[in-house]
């Protein structure tokens, strides 16, 4: 899920949030080689040791990045958005596809856990897995 903020000073920024296992794929570098991936996105290295931490205590997590936008490039986006909501065929894939186009070349902000008590066995289930 993303949203798209315009600063006072008129700068545009998307800010995304997802699952661990979509975001760190969608980050800028995230091809790259881990020496590469260590200069351009600072946190990954922390984030993912504490994402694996949380997530072995049963907690659930996602993963918070950004990217700033230039307004050329937000316009052409909107316009190809709109007409994907606006399709009368597979109008959830379209829409999908087109938000995955704005979602590319993030820069990882963090993560957060929270625990789910709905998920009893959680837990166990993920300790099972390590």
């Known amino acids: 899920?993303?949203?798209v903020v315009r600063h006072p000073d008129g700068q545009l920024q998307l800010i995304t949030k997802g699952a661990d296992n979509v975001m760190l794929e969608r980050l800028a570098a995230a091809s790259n080689p881990a020496a590469e991936q260590a200069?351009?996105?600072p946190l990954l290295a922390?984030?993912?040791?504490h994402l694996n931490e949380?997530?072995?205590?049963g907690y659930r997590t996602l993963v918070v990045a950004s990217k700033a936008l230039?307004?050329?490039d937000y316009d052409a986006w909107a316009s190809r958005y709109k007409e994907a909501c606006a399709s009368l065929v597979d109008r959830n894939g379209r829409v999908a596809a087109v938000c995955e186009e704005i979602e590319r070349d993030l820069v990882l902000l963090g993560?957060?856990?929270v625990?789910?008590?709905l998920q009893v066995r959680g837990v166990n289930y993920v300790d099972s897995q390590t």
């Open 1 to 3: 899920m993303s949203v």
């Open 39 to 41: 200069a351009l996105q």
């Open 46 to 49: 922390s984030t993912s040791a």
């Open 54 to 57: 949380m997530s072995k205590a």
């Open 70 to 72: 230039q307004q050329q």
């Open 111 to 113: 993560a957060t856990a």
């Open 115 to 117: 625990e789910d008590k």
